[in-house]
DNA sequence: ATGAAAGCGCTAACAG
DNA sequence: CTGTTAGCGCTTTCAT
């Protein structure tokens, strides 16, 4: 029996074991630390081990132990946002030797079948995660995603939501959202602005519906378009025709507030001096936008970090602790396209 | 013995046959499609497995086939291209049911010391890749990682660069640049260009030999500037000034050309009244900028379904096969940035 | 056509 | 302190 060439043949802890003569435990024993061994021992498995090239089999290892070392992690490339989340993620769980598996729906700007998407989550199960991180704003399946996981109780951290849903209990980051609006609120009052419209994210998203909120608490908007997205230039051209006393803009992210941009230079409207334009989000693209855009950074990379932390506290044991939100601080970056008109 | 509370308790193969009441054997054997066994035995495990929700565990898989399923993927999100290419591999690999372990050197842009980077390496290893995917434009260390591959005798494939190096045979997939370069040289020639800059990548790098070889095998420039990197604004300004009969310029990459569009403005030069413009590798800013910019698309996500490609034919076995380069169309994208002067 | 036996590389209880 | 024993969940050979 035992015939099929394998892909490659590693040494395993029975070669070390063999040439250093000791048992196959003892250096079991060894690789977790050696606790109490004879210090010689050690030195003599060490050796071997060097000697060998080895590899331990993580693997093996965790399906021995039962214990996962992978974290399921569902947050597509969208946009520089995404990157630095995902870095966060990546830094902080390989600094402690746990395992992303970037995972997710596969085409996702296109028309997206719902059983392509689901593989992606069963993927993640039969690579036995012990936990995931999940990033909603993309999926059109999410509540499925969610069920699949903690109906099988495993740990779950969204980023950049939070998530109210029977029978689940998942810790969640954001940034501050509210602080975040607000920040930009009273910058345009500071700049002595009066006349603003503010172009906000559908509200059905927690990041929308909290950014507009709190806005609005601030200050009188002449207008509010909720939910542009579906057809971006038109509603921004003419709602910015039908207030030609408006002064200054909010756009709910970046990517609204490039737009802004095209659209104030066809209506001749020159940014910052007739018009002063926020964003949200601090993407890579806005400190090259001309002139340099004025938003609100929110630490995704810290995002990442958090979420991070938080699922291998939960993957170490404590699976029992109430949820967790947490918020993380943001910070107004002044650049070129505000301007005081007092 | 056998107490450790393991981190969770899925249903096994051994589950299913008490409930079918078969062998666990002939459960495994239904799992790898049941070849030559009776139908209703088929049924009978599936119902099984369906009503326990039963989820092969890949681990155990993979440890006992010796055959590994994981593919090492070493591209870190940088920018658009980046994201590209990585949903390529992704979407290529996870249809496939491979599945892709994305680790790159953290702290990418920090000073980053030889002992982290290593660590993603033998993380990568620990888990036993069958083969592994190198975007090498980063790795400060990529000599080091090849070798720690190739010397296991693992397939590589790289993306947007080749790998000669003394024992590592890899295969590898570029975006034709010299192609493209020279459609950017044809594209200025019919627009009636003469008098043209060329902002090179350093020389040391295959994208940018190749870019400024074959363009100046096309077109006299009055200038090239080898690998401005270190030195962006200053360089571009001095070579601008230097040469005020420069009606176009070519940049490198996007990312130049974003920088020319800001010098160029800071020297009263309209683009593309008094400058044509065209960048390389059609980065997602691009057709944002004002004018929105001319370049190359290079089509990075069919790079990435094309390395995936590559790895998984080696890992089924065609290992012996000689090194092939792949070379992948590039289609010229005409935007506002360039102009005829005739 | 099915099951028994052997074992991948590893861990964890226990004994000596 | 070290080695023995008994597995994790799975595959593969071989016997029935």
Redesign the pocket.
Known sequence: ????E?TR??P???EIAARA??????V??V??GGA???Q???DKVHKAAEELG?R??LM??M?????SRMVGVMVPPIDSYWARIACGIHDYLTEQKYIPLFLWPSHMFEDLDEHRELDQVHLMLDCRIGGVILWPYFAKMFEKHIHEFSSRSLPVVTVDCSIEQAGVNADSVLGDNRTGAKAVAKHFKELGHKNIIHFAGPDSEDWARDRREAFEEEVDCLTVEVDIRPRLDPIMKTTLEAHPETTAVFAATDVFARDVYRVAAELGRRIPDDLSVVGYSDLDFGEYLNPPLTTVHDNPYNMGKRAASLIVHRMEGNAEDDPTVQLLPVQLLQRGSTKSIV
């Open positions: 029996m035992e015939t099929m394998p043949k590693e395993s802890q029975h003569g000791v048992a196959r435990t003892t079991s024993l690789m977790r109490g061994l004879k010689e021992t050690i080895y331990p089999n093996a290892t399906t021995r132990s039962g214990k």
